[in-house]
């Protein structure tokens, strides 16, 4: 059974960081591509970045104006893939979920097409 358990959230001021965890079982984890997508409150889900376990490509994306704050990255022995998130502005306020794309593997067409595998999501509050 795939399973997907986030980690890492809370309540961060605006300018500080967290780094979120993703960890990961029932798969071949370098196999696979993981992505993160969040969530606002009123808003529908975007992808924010993904990375292919393998190769350790990378993708982010342009709309979630998180390059340059955001870097992904991922430890294979540990079947966990992170986001450190930095200079965290109000607007990153959200659900922060992982997803995994067991086929394709592309970091971008996770991140913009979505996926069938999710995580529970962990909450992300930055404070203006």
């Known amino acids: 059974e795939v399973q997907l358990v986030e980690s890492g959230g809370g309540l961060v001021q605006a300018g500080g960081s967290l780094r979120l965890s993703c960890a990961a079982s029932?798969?071949?984890?370098?196999?696979?591509?993981i992505g993160w997508f969040r969530q606002a409150p009123g808003k529908e889900r975007e992808g924010v970045s993904g990375i292919n376990v393998g190769d350790g490509s990378t993708y982010y994306a342009d709309s979630a104006s998180v390059k340059g704050r955001f870097t992904i990255s991922r430890d294979n022995a540990k079947n966990t893939v992170y986001l450190q998130m930095t200079s965290l502005k109000a607007e990153d306020t959200a659900v922060y979920y992982c997803a995994a794309d067991l086929y394709v593997r592309c970091p971008q067409n996770l991140v913009v097409a979505g996926t069938d595998y999710w995580g529970q999501g962990t909450l992300v509050t930055v404070s203006s």
């Open positions: 029932g798969f071949t984890f370098d196999d696979s591509a």
